[in-house]
């Protein structure tokens, strides 16, 4: 099994979260709210993946996009389509707008994990009861992240062998 590296952006522009908030709370979660529960979805159609993903699209889509919470929202609901495809084993970095903050291995698949608690703004958790290890501030500077938020997320693709060792490294010590 190969283990693959995802990045969740914390957008702490519009009061949705923090690095903090995830560590205590020992999950990781997507904020966006307004998104609404997708269990229901889920239930519907639960073996089917893509179905669930198309469907959770077209959720997105209904939100529209005509101020910037409604961008954010957008965002939030494409980072969430893609943070659900993690599975038992991948690692999770946390970027809190160009700061690498911490890294976490999730124990089971994302969509398997899914649930809602609407009270938190943290409220789509895809994984529970995990340790965070905070990244200093020498080893978080190894990575490039020029922007925040998700489009920070999508520039970290090429960095996954780095997260990977810097894992490896933390579990060996």
């Not at 659900?84 to 690498?100: F, Q, S």
């Not at 703004?121 to 529970?128: E, N, P, R, S, W």
Request: proline letters at 2%; a negative charge.
């Amino acid at each position: 099994m190969t283990t693959k590296v995802w990045w969740l952006a914390i957008n702490k522009n519009h009061n949705l979260s923090s690095y903090e908030e995830i560590k205590e709370r020992k999950i990781v979660a997507l904020f966006y709210p307004e998104i609404d529960d997708l269990t229901p979805i889920l239930e519907s159609y639960r073996g089917d993946e893509e179905q669930w993903f198309d469907t959770v699209q077209k959720r997105q889509d209904s939100l529209g996009a005509s101020n910037d919470l409604n961008t954010a929202v957008e965002y939030g609901a494409r980072a969430l389509r893609y943070l659900l495809r993690a599975k038992a084993g991948d690692l999770v970095v946390a970027i809190e707008g160009t700061d690498i903050r911490g890294i976490s291995q999730i124990d089971g698949d994302a969509v398997e994990n899914y649930r809602y608690d609407k009270g938190f703004k943290g409220a789509h958790i895809v994984a529970d009861d995990i340790k965070w290890y905070d990244l200093p501030t020498a080893i978080g500077g190894l990575f490039a992240v020029s922007s925040r938020g998700v489009q920070g997320a999508r520039q970290m693709h090429d960095s996954a062998e780095l997260a990977l060792d810097i894992w490896e490294k933390l579990i060996a010590a």
